[in-house]
């Protein structure tokens, strides 16, 4: 399996950007899927998951975050709205959730290696 994510970069407080994480090797809409983010000297956090029934979100991103997959293209976005500079880390894309709580970490089989997303302020 091979994850690969894009779409990172520097915006101003406000803007906006979509991430993309195309993933080979699976079957996509059989797994759950999920965007998390590391911030630097923070622990990684569970941003947006998305399984066969629908999405999640973790509380800082409702209603600026917008978690989608395509599986045609084997790819899942992230879109994001109205940025924060507490927004500011590493995004990674994660796929084959095995356990219970899908916004931890390590509870994911298979990683990117991350794109970075600075806001300014």
């Known amino acids: 399996v091979q994850v690969a994510e894009s779409g990172g970069g520097l915006v101003q407080a406000g803007g906006s950007l979509r991430l993309s994480c195309t993933i080979s090797g699976l079957t996509f809409d059989d797994y759950v899927m999920g965007w998390f983010r590391q911030a630097t000297g923070q622990a990684r956090e569970g941003v947006a998951v998305?399984?066969?029934?629908?999405?999640k979100y973790a509380d800082p991103v409702k209603g600026r975050f917008t978690i989608t997959r395509d599986s045609a293209k084997n790819t899942l976005y992230l879109q994001m709205n109205g940025l924060k500079p507490d927004d500011t880390a590493m995004y990674y894309c994660?796929?084959?959730?095995?356990?219970?709580?899908?916004?931890?970490?390590?509870?994911?089989?298979?990683w990117g290696q991350g794109t970075q997303v600075t806001v300014s302020s």
């Open positions: 998305i399984t066969w029934s629908g999405t």
């Open positions: 994660a796929a084959d959730h095995m356990g219970t709580n899908m916004f931890s970490p390590l509870e994911y089989n298979y």
